[in-house]
Nanobody, 116 residues
Framework: QVQLVESGGGLVQAGGSLRLSCAVS????????MGWYRQAPGKQRELVAV???????NYDDSVKGRFTISRDNAKSAVYLQMNSLKPEDTAVYYC??????????WGKGTQVTVSS
């Protein structure tokens, strides 16, 4: 059984910062990609950032230069540092991991609200 526990969401003013964390536990052989998605009300879930097992990262254009994704393999954790937050970043943020030989798993989500 694989579990993902997210933390770090909350309410922040525009221009502020938040750091999201996602800890993975359970039967894990090894983790391939780890990423963060978000879903705003009335919109589809979209990829925010991903970090692969070798360390390569990709970001959605809307967050480049403001968000930084990182992972700690020893802790089976992934983080998302979000700076210069904008109201349009308001969404539920979901952690996603692709586990070798086991497939993909989602966290339950954490709310991020950015006020103007």
């Amino acid at each position: 059984q694989v579990q993902l526990v997210e933390s770090g969401g909350g309410l922040v003013q525009a221009g502020g910062s938040l750091r999201l964390s996602c800890a993975v536990s359970g039967s894990i052989f090894s983790i391939n990609a780890m990423g963060w998605y978000r879903q705003a009300p009335g919109k589809q879930r979209e990829l925010v950032a991903v970090v692969r097992s070798g360390g390569a990262t990709n970001y959605d254009d809307s967050v480049k230069g403001r968000f930084t994704i990182s992972r700690d393999n020893a802790k089976s954790a992934v983080y998302l540092q979000m700076n210069s937050l904008k109201p349009e970043d308001t969404a539920v943020y979901y952690c996603y991991v692709d586990i070798r030989f086991a497939g993909g798993y989602w966290g339950k989500g954490t709310q991020v609200t950015v006020s103007s």
